[in-house]
């Protein structure tokens, strides 16, 4: 980044930037011990533009520094401290560029080619359609839009007259990144998977289409989009017997479904009502790729001192299905200036298939119904939470916008969970602002109880609202804009 910098300066070239540096700290409410997850140290971005002479040619980026400490100690001394949350010793940096393109203009188009982070959907957060890039599911607790993971893209947009036509090409896949048994993350995934689990696909290149017309008083939009999950799923699974046929090992295979989706989006404005409305409709399929010609690659404990080449059964979920997901807002302006936002999100399986497996061997035995492990793979993050929630932000501020409080609340409509944030900002001088942000959820632990007789397994956390108790937090933040 600093190399692309310096070279724009000898060349005589235009760098518009701007960004933040930002630290913060977050305690449970519980026991007030440090949550160690990862934040944004710095954010940069960046436009370079005069290359030619018709001004027509630019790159522009996202750079910046996360932050993740390994352990702290709070009852040390300052300089320990210091030490824990500065040494490389301790924290974890990762550099990287979450956007890097060129942009090609002229009076009606733009094409950018390179590494990006896209939009889709007419609300403000938990749009169906805001998977194009896939989800650091870190950073879902943070105010600003970190959480999504820029990927190399064709992106061509076009105005004609009042009609907006944007084409994307997304030549490689990648998945959402959920935190896998981390006691610092309340969200975590069902199942540990290696890498050799999953199935070798043969994917092709993600298209979207998106159309968009605008009205005297409303703009409405068309979507389409052909891709693959951002989640895994179940594929199938072989069974090995070892060279005497007598004891045996299974290979689970986990796949990325292939899924088409369609949908429709509205802005309405109404006197001093703005309506937004996201629809979409997913078709999803798990495809036909043969595992039976897999070798066993797994590291059960017995494979150490035996050979398991001979391949007894062969099993495949076959777990697809078609589900949509709905996002309503409504936006207010409330008597004393007080800004008023609700949603209204659902997410609803209209049909889902399985394959039932059944199968006996001398030490192993499975039966299970494919359509019980179905889970939507695209579509909004909340769907992974709730399959309906109502979602409440009111905000205010004040001394001339240098104060602003808000409040957050988001309820399961379904299992009665929630969740509840509190906001105090405040400017101490022109750009550098201090926050407080105190963070509460709510399970149901009488509907998803933790059984004593499994002591190793806490059932209860199968409803995340559940773990997001013990994510209960008080989060300090400085934060310097430049």
């Not at 933040?20 to 954010?43: D, G, M, T, W």
């Not at 052909?226 to 069974?239: E, I, K, M, P, T």
């Not at 078709?283 to 066993?296: M, W």
Request: negative net charge.
């Amino acid at each position: 980044m600093v190399t692309i910098i310096f070279i724009s300066i000898l060349s005589g070239l235009n760098i518009d930037n701007s960004g933040y540096s930002n630290i913060y700290a977050i305690n449970k409410v519980s026991n007030q011990s440090l949550i160690k997850l990862p934040f944004r140290l710095l954010s940069f971005d960046f436009a370079i533009s005069e290359i030619n002479k018709k001004d027509n040619f630019s790159i522009k980026g996202k750079w910046g520094v996360e932050h993740k400490i390994k352990s702290f100690n709070s009852k040390g001394s300052l300089p320990d401290m210091l030490y824990d949350l500065t040494s490389t010793q301790n924290v974890t940096y990762k550099s990287e560029f979450r956007e890097l393109y060129i942009s090609i203009m002229n009076t009606s188009s733009e094409l950018r080619i390179g590494k990006q982070i896209h939009a889709w959907g007419s609300v403000d957060a938990n749009s169906p359609f805001d998977f194009l890039n896939p989800v650091d599911y870190y950073y879902l607790f943070t105010d600003t839009d970190e959480t999504k993971i820029g990927r190399f893209s064709f992106s061509l947009e076009t105005y004609l007259n009042d009609l907006k036509l944007h084409l994307l090409v997304m030549p490689s896949h990648i998945s959402n990144n959920i935190p896998s048994s981390d006691p610092n993350f309340p969200i975590t995934l069902p199942a540990t998977v290696e890498y050799y689990q999953f199935l070798e696909q043969d994917k092709n290149p993600e298209v979207g289409i998106h159309i968009q017309k605008s009205y005297s008083n409303m703009d409405l939009s068309i979507y389409y989009f052909s891709g693959y999950d951002r989640n895994f799923n179940l594929y199938g699974a072989n069974v090995f017997l070892d060279d005497f046929d007598i004891n045996s090992v299974t290979d689970t295979v986990f796949s990325y479904r292939k899924t088409e989706m369609i949908g429709l989006s509205n802005v309405l404005f109404i006197n001093d009502f703005t309506i937004r409305a996201d629809f979409a409709y997913f078709k999803t399929s798990s495809e036909d790729e043969s595992i039976e010609a897999r070798l066993y690659s797994g590291r059960d404990p017995i494979s150490e001192f035996l050979n398991f080449e001979n391949l007894a059964a062969t099993s495949y979920f076959d777990i697809s299905g078609e589900y949509y997901q709905y996002c309503l807002q409504l936006e207010y302006g409330l008597p004393l200036e007080i800004n008023f936002t609700a949603q209204l999100f659902g997410y609803e399986k209209v049909k889902t298939t399985g394959n039932i497996i059944d199968i006996e061997l001398t030490n192993f035995e499975i039966y299970l119904d494919g359509k019980d492990f179905f889970y939507p793979g695209l579509g909004s993050s909340l769907a992974t939470l709730a399959e309906s929630a109502l979602i409440i932000n009111l905000d205010k501020t004040f001394y001339d916008d240098m104060m602003e409080i808000s409040l957050v609340s988001l309820i399961d409509l379904t299992d009665q969970g929630s969740l509840f944030q509190f906001k105090i900002g405040y400017d101490i001088i022109d750009d550098v602002n201090i926050s407080l942000l105190f963070y509460k959820g709510i399970g149901n632990k009488d509907k998803y109880p933790d059984y004593s007789e499994t002591e190793d397994i806490d059932e209860s956390l199968l409803y995340p609202f559940n773990g997001m108790e013990d994510f209960s937090h008080i989060r300090a933040q400085l934060k310097y804009y430049f």
